[in-house]
């Protein structure tokens, strides 16, 4: 009788092993080889920039983060006599705050106090790509607002992948420290009804990569966190200025949560939505049925004819940009 117990516990415990370096072997692999392809530039991103007057762009400024760190932001003062509350900007994947200059200097023109961030890990912020745990560009917006304390009404703005971190902010304990929310053709997930297929072109994603890393950090692992699992469709000289690839902490934080349904049911303030029709990163026509599956009344807004980057720099768009934040400022 004692023999065959320990018979079947030394299958037991084989198999168990056995199964043990299956995984392992598996995860080393998606580490090692399940990263992030070299997608092809899109030029619809790269080349729109090329026509913008950046000659006028006010310098950086900078705040600490809680680490210490210098980060950094750009500064539009308000034109004419009557302040009409302030923004925040956040801009998209790969970029920094010069990619929101037009859409800052509109705004600043109608009366509103601008504040352009360099999110960590982008522009002048950080290590290009790299934040150093999730969460901690959610601390360095709170540093900063504490810092610089944005008149109200404020309105928090966010493009793209930006917009997605907003919608983050929005639905998190910090919700109440900014009074409005606008979400310009956000990322929300990879699940979301509104994804394209590698954003259109845009991004390259190492799923086996990303997969692995869950599980590692599931376990409290996160030496590797560091290795990239995003990369975007830059052009060469584009890659000399902006973010080229992005590693697993950045990924994750700069983008709702991966329940990002929760997110939109746990935003209790005013929020917004913009987008053009003709986006070719996003779906946008399914925006207001996200919002509404989630029980939200926001506003959501598309603009006929306004692709993914002309909705920061098109006229129309930026005006619908200013008229929507009056609108959450003073409705």
Same mark, same amino acid.
């Given at each position: 009788m004692f023999s065959a117990v320990e018979g079947m516990v030394k299958m037991l415990l084989y198999a168990l092993s056995s199964t043990a370096i299956?995984? %392992?072997?598996?995860v080393t692999a998606a580490l090692a080889w399940g990263g992030p392809g070299t997608p092809a530039p899109m030029q619809s991103i790269n080349d729109p920039f090329k026509s913008v007057d950046f000659s006028h762009i006010p310098p950086l400024k900078n705040y600490q983060g809680a680490d210490g760190a210098q980060l950094?932001? $750009?500064?539009? @003062?308000?034109?004419?006599?009557?302040?009409?509350?302030?923004?925040? %900007?956040?801009?998209?994947?790969?970029? !920094?705050?010069?990619s929101l200059h037009p859409m800052a200097t509109a705004l600043?023109?109608?009366?509103?106090?601008?504040? @352009?961030?360099?999110? $960590?890990?982008?522009?002048?912020?950080? +290590?290009?790509? +790299?934040?150093?745990? =999730?969460?901690?560009?959610?601390?360095?917006?709170?540093?900063?607002?504490?810092?610089v304390q944005p008149?109200?009404? !404020? #309105?928090? =703005?966010?493009?793209?992948?930006?917009?997605?971190?907003?919608?983050?902010?929005?639905?998190?304990?910090?919700?109440?420290s900014i009074d409005s929310y606008l979400l310009l053709s956000p990322f929300l997930s990879h699940r979301a009804p509104n994804y394209r297929p590698d954003s259109g072109g845009w991004v390259s994603v190492g799923v086996p990569r990303i997969l692995a890393l869950s599980v590692l950090n599931a376990v409290g692992l996160r030496y590797w966190n560091d290795l990239p699992v995003v $990369?975007? @469709?830059? #052009?060469?000289?584009?890659?000399?200025?902006? #973010?080229?690839?992005?590693?697993?902490?950045?990924?994750?934080?700069?983008a709702p949560h991966q329940d990002y349904k929760l997110d939109l049911q746990n935003a209790k303030g005013k929020v917004a939505i913009l987008a053009g029709d003709a986006d070719e990163a996003f779906q946008t026509q399914e925006l207001q049925r996200i919002v509404q599956s989630a029980g939200k009344d926001w506003p959501v807004q598309l603009l006929p004819g306004i692709g993914h980057i002309p909705l920061t720099l098109e006229p129309a768009a930026l005006k619908a940009v200013v008229d929507m934040v009056m609108r959450l400022h003073y409705h």
């Open positions: 299956v995984v %392992l072997l598996m950094f932001y $750009r500064e539009y @003062a308000p034109q004419g006599d009557n302040m009409k509350g302030s923004a925040v %900007l956040v801009h998209g994947s790969s970029a !920094s705050s010069n600043a023109a109608a009366g509103v106090h601008v504040y @352009a961030l360099d999110v $960590r890990g982008h522009g002048a912020s950080g +290590h290009k790509g +790299h934040i150093d745990f =999730i969460g901690q560009l959610e601390s360095d917006l709170q540093m900063f607002v504490q810092a008149p109200s009404p !404020s #309105t928090l =703005i966010g493009f793209s992948s930006g917009g997605g971190f907003v919608l983050r902010m929005a639905a998190s304990e910090m919700q109440s $990369r975007f @469709a830059l #052009t060469e000289d584009a890659k000399s200025f902006l #973010t080229p690839e992005y590693g697993f902490n950045l990924a994750l934080n700069f």
